[in-house]
């Protein structure tokens, strides 16, 4: 039997492999509550976006950059043109945010609940957090540094 190696993630983060017999194995796993983060227990768990690969010692894994480069090689060239404009304006618009790095969480709370000045944030929190805020009706709008970026 053949396995399946899945790139998974916990409400709280934590990044981590799972090896299952097949997406079907994973999903009857999660369900009876088999799955859960060998980091904090958590069993909110979903898989992340994956790259197959098969390495061998004499060849290193590729980065997640170089995946990256490749997948976008397949999306039509106005499409992606249209993508890196609109990630340019969000990282522009992050860019003139007050960063508030890891207190995000917290000064978003304080901004929602009017204790501190309205205004643009930005910083750092986990998707379990971001997920929470949202939750208490705070729109936050993960981005990653590198979204939408030219890669060569």
């Known amino acids: 039997m053949a396995n399946k190696i899945f790139d998974l993630c916990c409400e709280n983060g934590h990044a981590f492999e799972g090896w299952f017999s097949s997406v079907e ?3 009857e796993q999660g369900a ?11 069993r909110r768990i979903v898989r992340r976006p994956s790259a197959s690969h098969i ?15 490749e997948a976008m090689k ?7 043109e249209r993508f890196e404009a609109l990630m340019a304006k969000v990282r522009d ?3 003139r945010a007050e960063d508030v ?6 000064e ?15 910083g ?10 949202r939750e208490e009706g705070i729109n936050v709008l993960p981005v990653p540094e590198s979204a939408g970026k030219t890669l060569n």
Not at 55 to 67: N, T, V, Y
Not at 110 to 119: M, N
Not at 126 to 132: D, F, L
């Open 124 to 133: 750092l929190c986990t998707p379990g957090e971001a997920e929470k805020l």
């Open 25 to 27: 194995d994973f999903e």
């Open 101 to 106: 790095g890891a207190d995000f969480a917290h």
């Open 93 to 95: 618009a992050a860019g």
């Open 55 to 69: 390495s061998s010692r004499r060849e290193p894994r590729e980065s997640p950059e170089i995946l990256q480069a």
């Open 32 to 42: 009876r509550g088999l799955v859960s983060c060998p980091v904090c227990g958590s």
């Open 108 to 122: 978003a709370r304080r901004i929602h609940a009017g204790l501190a000045p309205e205004r643009n944030i930005r």
């Open 74 to 80: 397949e999306v039509p060239e106005e499409v992606r």
